[in-house]
């Protein structure tokens, strides 16, 4: 059994190697511009501190700190990290796929290039939707609120590691319409198993939005509902991909029920 299993193994240790050296390429040119990816992080921060500063009458004003020596090397490397894994997801998701064509028949193994690119173009659309939606309204919030009483001391090693969580579980959730139109194209889900799985979906997708965002109703809420279209739309893509057929048994079971 172990002999079946090690040329799979040996392509799975060569495709993990390429992906983490290309993650590593790109890690390295990230550093470099490290300073404007920072930048680029902490705008929404800054802004919700600008609004704190002009809501408060007090003279204090918030500010972002750091608690630790050389917290500010360990920042850069964070962000530099996060900008490697997304400038080398095209690569990532190539891997990925020549990994899984050998066992696919000839005619999908010609979906490499939606694949790739319709992987790539949905996870970064789920990361500017984060930026640019969610992380202004969720962190004026909880900046705001408050700040009346306290002068927010923002630390900058957690608020990364914050950021790039709500980032990276935005981009792997918006990447739910990829995923289920290549499991329709391998004849594992069809558009009938998808609507009778939606009430537990519903229950899951408030979980993931409970766990990736933060602890208020708002920003769950702005996860969730996108969540929720993008399964519908992924509903709309599998019938269109793999319709559900109607059986034998079906119709019986039909007829039986309207005869009662």
């Given at each position: 059994m172990f002999d079946d299993l090690r040329?799979?193994?040996?392509?799975?240790?060569?495709?993990?190697?390429?992906?983490?050296?290309?993650?590593?390429?790109?890690?390295?040119?990230?550093?470099?511009?490290?300073e404007a990816i920072l930048s680029w992080i902490t705008a929404p921060l800054n802004e919700a501190l600008e609004e704190v500063a002009h809501l408060s009458k007090k003279a204090a004003?918030?500010?972002?700190?750091?608690?630790?020596?050389?917290?500010?090397?360990?920042?850069?490397?964070?962000?530099?990290?996060?900008?490697?894994?997304?400038?080398?997801?095209?690569?990532?998701?190539?891997?990925?796929?020549?990994?899984?064509s050998p066992g696919l028949y000839s005619n999908e193994k010609k979906m490499v290039i939606p694949f790739v690119v319709g992987g790539?173009?949905?996870?970064?659309?789920g990361v500017l939707f984060a930026y640019?939606?969610?992380?202004?309204?969720?962190?004026?919030?909880?900046?705001?609120?408050?700040?009346?009483?306290?002068?927010?001391?923002?630390?900058?090693?957690?608020?990364?590691?914050?950021?790039t969580k709500i980032m990276m579980g935005f981009g792997i959730a918006f990447e739910l319409p990829v995923f289920a139109y290549f499991l329709a194209l391998l004849g594992?889900?069809?558009?009938?198993?998808?609507?009778?799985?939606?009430?537990?979906?519903?229950?899951?997708?408030?979980?993931?939005?409970?766990?990736?965002?933060?602890?208020?109703?708002?920003t769950q809420l702005l996860m969730a509902a996108p969540l929720i279209a993008l399964y519908g739309v992924s509903i709309l893509i599998v019938r269109a991909v793999n319709p559900h057929i109607?059986?034998?048994?079906?119709?019986?079971?039909?007829s039986e029920e309207e005869t009662k």
């Open positions: 040329p799979h193994l040996v392509e799975l240790r060569k495709r993990l190697g390429l992906s983490v050296l290309s993650v590593f390429i790109a890690f390295i040119i990230a550093f470099i511009f490290h004003e918030g500010m972002v700190t750091t608690h630790q020596v050389g917290g500010a090397f360990f920042v850069a490397l964070k962000v530099s990290f996060f900008a490697a894994l997304l400038g080398a997801l095209p690569y990532i998701l190539y891997q990925v796929w020549l990994f899984v790539t173009v949905m996870f970064l659309v640019y939606v969610v992380t202004p309204f969720g962190f004026q919030f909880l900046i705001t609120f408050g700040s009346f009483l306290y002068t927010p001391l923002i630390n900058i090693e957690d608020y990364v590691g914050f950021f594992l889900v069809t558009d009938k198993s998808l609507k009778d799985f939606f009430k537990y979906a519903i229950l899951i997708i408030f979980v993931v939005a409970a766990l990736l965002t933060p602890p208020d109703v708002l109607e059986d034998e048994d079906d119709d019986e079971e039909l």
